[in-house]
């Protein structure tokens, strides 16, 4: 793939943002490959993502930030710039259920996410031998109901040492404490049914079954120190009938929940994501 940097921004809605910034890029021999924006009306806020060759600016990264940064001070931007050659460290966390580590383990062997997968870590042993076989070092991080707090600490002494940019909650099935999720706030990922806040504990696909629902699906979403409720990144659902038995509804959750969790991982490490407050702009 070609190597860019990516420039996102999102600042008070004005006129000539995009021409002053294309500008900047073109005065500089900046060649832009991909650009995509919006305006919120109800915000009045202004988001922008581009792609820049890296190989047609006569600067470094860290040039461009110096260079860059008067022109950021003057449209009053939140702005960062990325490197694509520089893939995203991911962490994942998983306890017994396989389907969502799999999958990401499978698109990442293949090429499909292009980022550097350091560890895996788990509060059970179940999943040992096949990440293993992929060889990726694996963690297990028993965590004791009566003193979570060391296996948490543990945990983020192992997400440092691995200098881990992002966490993935792969069906993970422990509350991260606030402390962690303050730590990596809006690099912590994970992934719910749908069903939630209707069916919520154990089996809720089961109790779904019961009230004949007709839509499983799930979100992806940033975490936050309330459970459940941080940035949604993405959501998908898959229609369900009333021959579908609890197994099948089983069934047909997990593939919607690997697949959101997939797309939604794919557009964090491509840089397509600003959260602004309690919600993403997704810039495809």
């Known amino acids: 793939m070609t190597r860019t940097y990516r420039l996102l921004i999102s600042c008070p809605d004005a006129k000539g943002i995009v021409a002053t910034v294309s500008d900047f890029i073109a005065r500089h021999d900046g060649w832009i490959v991909e650009a995509n924006h919006h305006s919120d009306p109800v915000t009045g806020r202004f988001y922008m993502r581009n792609e820049i060759r890296a190989e047609s600016l006569p600067f470094s990264l860290e040039e461009f930030q110096t260079q860059f940064a008067p022109v950021a001070d003057k449209l009053q931007l939140d702005w960062r710039i990325t490197d694509s050659g520089i893939p995203q460290r991911v962490a994942l966390l998983a306890s017994k259920e396989a389907h969502c580590l799999s999958d990401l383990l499978y698109r990442w062997r293949s090429g499909d996410l292009n980022m550097e997968i350091p560890c895996v870590i788990s ?162």
């Not at 992929?134 to 004791?144: A, L």
Request: charged share 25%; with cysteine; net charge negative.
């Open 123 to 284: 509060n059970h042993e179940d999943l040992r031998s096949y990440v293993e076989w992929h060889g990726i070092p694996y963690h297990h991080v028993p965590v004791d109901k009566n003193n979570k707090a060391a296996a948490f600490q543990k945990t983020t002494e192992l997400l440092e040492e691995y200098k881990v940019d992002t966490v993935v909650l792969a069906r993970y099935m422990q509350i991260l404490p606030p402390e962690v999720c303050q730590q990596f706030a809006n690099r912590v990922i994970n992934i719910h049914h749908s069903f939630l806040p209707s069916f919520v504990g154990a089996k809720p696909y089961h109790q779904a079954y019961e009230r004949g629902v007709k839509l499983v699906g799930a979100t992806c979403h940033y975490v936050t120190e309330v459970l459940d409720a941080g940035p949604i990144i993405e959501q998908d659902v898959i229609r369900v009938a009333h021959h579908h038995l609890p197994e099948d509804m089983v069934r047909l959750g997990k593939d919607v929940e690997k697949n959101v969790l997939a797309r939604g991982l794919r557009y964090h490490t491509e840089d397509r994501v600003i959260v602004d407050g309690s919600k993403t702009i997704i810039l495809e």
